[in-house]
């Protein structure tokens, strides 16, 4: 497995001259990536089949990437759950971005729900000690959300990892797996610089 490759997941677009459905990706994962020796690839909305697509890329992390809400787009629904479950099956790390965490925590038994003025915004985020190594004990971030989890709905094999100040979560790790995912976007201004040591931390098999 080489410890550079990271695939990750894209939203679903529509070419505005013409009919034709495109899976897209923002230039800002690439960059990002680069900037700390991985290299991105892309894995295509086609269902299942995408399972076989990411096996042969051997990667060191699957990334959920952020993007439509879940519903949105069937074939994007039908693609990450199907590489959610392979991931979990075979101890594949996994970060979950924005609705990459939503995804996770619904199909882990979870649930969600409204948040308001959580979109274009910043805020702080206070985080859980186990996670204080990547982060400190509270970090600033980026949102473009609206709808988050509830304490109350979070899914049973899920660990809360950061809160902002009304309670919502915004960050989780799996219970016994190298699975972890928060609510604010890495590739965008306003990530945290500790993304970088939690991304290592997972493919290092810590979290």
């Not at 991931?87 to 979950?96: H, Q, S």
């Not at 990459?100 to 619904?106: I, R």
Request: glycine share 8%; proline share 6%; charged share 20%.
């Amino acid at each position: 497995m080489s410890l550079k490759n990271v695939c990750v997941t894209m939203r679903v677009t529509n070419a505005q001259s013409y009919d034709e459905v495109r899976d897209s990706i923002s230039h800002d994962w690439f960059n990002l990536l680069a900037s700390w020796d991985m290299t991105t690839i892309p894995v295509p909305n086609i269902g299942p089949v995408a399972v076989d697509y990411v096996r042969r890329a051997a990667p060191a992390l699957l990334i959920l990437s952020g993007g439509e809400d879940i519903g949105a787009s069937p074939v994007r629904d039908e693609t990450e759950i199907a590489l959610f479950k392979f991931a979990l099956k075979n101890r594949l790390p996994v970060l979950g971005v924005c609705r990459g965490l939503q995804l996770m925590n619904v199909n882990l038994g979870g649930e969600l729900g409204a948040v308001e003025g959580h979109v274009a915004s910043v805020h702080d985020v206070d985080i859980d000690p186990a996670w204080q190594g990547f982060y400190g004990e509270r970090t600033s971030v980026n949102s473009f959300h609206n709808i988050g989890i509830p304490q109350s709905t979070l899914a049973p094999r899920l660990q809360t990892m950061a809160t902002d100040a009304e309670g919502h979560i915004e960050a989780v790790r799996h219970n016994d797996l190298p699975v972890a995912a928060i609510m604010w976007h890495p590739e965008r201004h306003g990530a945290p610089d500790g993304d970088r040591r939690l991304i290592e931390a997972l493919i290092a098999g810590r979290k």
